[in-house]
Each structure stands twice: as C-alpha cells, then as structure tokens.
C-alpha cells in the first residue's frame, strides 16, 4: 500500500483510491442503483439518482481535509474505472473509526472489497494512528463478513434485531480490530 497525502490517494496492486469527484456521479448512479447493493447497505437509497450520487460527493473533500473520514473511490489502478467505494470514519475523541464500504455487483467476487479494506485498515493504523478500527454488516450478507475476516479483524458482537430495513428487522454483526503496532509491530 503506498498512500499520498498530497494527492490523497492510496494505491495498492491493483487498485487505486481516490477522491470521488463531480464526474463519477454517472457511473455511481449506474452501480448503486442496484437493489442487490442497497438490501446490504445501511444507509444508500434506492432507486439511487445522479442527484444523490452528487449529493453524496458533496461534502468528501471537506471531511477529508477536517480528519471527519476518508471516502474514497475504489478504481482500477490501469483503467481508472470505478469498482466501488470505501470510507473510514474518524472519531477523534476515542482515536477509533468505522470502515464501510460497497462494490458494484457486476464486480463481486474479484477481491476488491478485500484489498480496498486492507489498505484502509493499514492507513488507519499506520499513517492516522489509530487505536481501533471496526465495522459491520447485516447478517444476511456474510460475504461482508468474510472481507471482514480476511483482514484479520474478529468478531466482537451480534446486535439482534437492530436496524430495519424493508420491514424486517435486521441483525448487525459487529467486528473490530486493534491497531497491532501499538505493541511495537506492524500490519
């Protein structure tokens, strides 16, 4: 993983992650409007619109610059062709944040998710120093859980019944991670 602070990326092998901008609204309308994509995600809408995906975008690089979180684009390092997204949350007070994140459908099972969440795990740690990074997913989408489990991160905890989504309830699988260096090691 080689991250610029500079050009706030990270690129890894195969990836490249960036800044969302103005002009990937299209192609994350294209990917989002997804109802496959939206049953496993806490917060996109669906139908998904140009107009949210601007929306979305809107307040990135600010967060970005003020150390709220780091949303980036997940990309093909070659083509520059957009897979993704992944974010990292940044809770300063408890120096602790959340990886969330999601994957076109037509780019499911190529390891994406997995190598994006590696690299952000390793930014949180050893560029932005934190203590712990977690995250979650719905019970119902265990291949979350298993990017989840390839980065080494364990489970912590089961919130049934947590959050509704489409008239359901849904359980929350919660995993977390301590930052391994801080025990003079690296990731």
């Known amino acids: 993983m080689k991250y610029s602070n500079q050009y706030k990326t990270i690129t890894t092998n195969r990836l490249l992650l960036r ?17 496959n994509i939206y049953k496993n995600t806490l917060y996109l809408p669906y139908p998904y619109t ?8 809107k307040p990135h690089l600010e967060n970005y610059t003020s150390n709220k979180s780091y949303e980036f684009a997940i990309t093909d390092k070659d083509s520059g062709g957009l897979y993704g997204a992944i974010a990292l949350t940044n809770n300063q ?26 690299a952000i795990l390793q930014f949180a740690f050893n560029e932005k120093q934190y203590h712990k990074v977690f995250a979650r997913y719905f019970k119902s989408n265990p291949a979350s859980g298993r990017v989840m489990q390839k980065l080494g991160m364990k489970q912590e905890g089961i919130l049934i019944e947590h959050v509704m989504k489409e008239n359901r309830y849904e359980d929350l699988i919660w995993y977390g991670k301590i930052n391994p260096g801080e025990n003079g090691s690296s990731i």
């Open 50 to 57: 140009i107009e949210d995906a601007l929306k979305w975008i």
């Open 19 to 35: 800044l969302f901008q103005k002009s990937d609204a299209e192609a994350i309308a294209l990917l989002c409007n997804n109802y």
């Open 93 to 118: 007070r408890f120096n602790n944040g959340e990886i969330a994140y999601w994957i076109g459908e037509e780019f499911w099972g190529n390891g994406f998710a997995t190598e994006a969440a590696q």
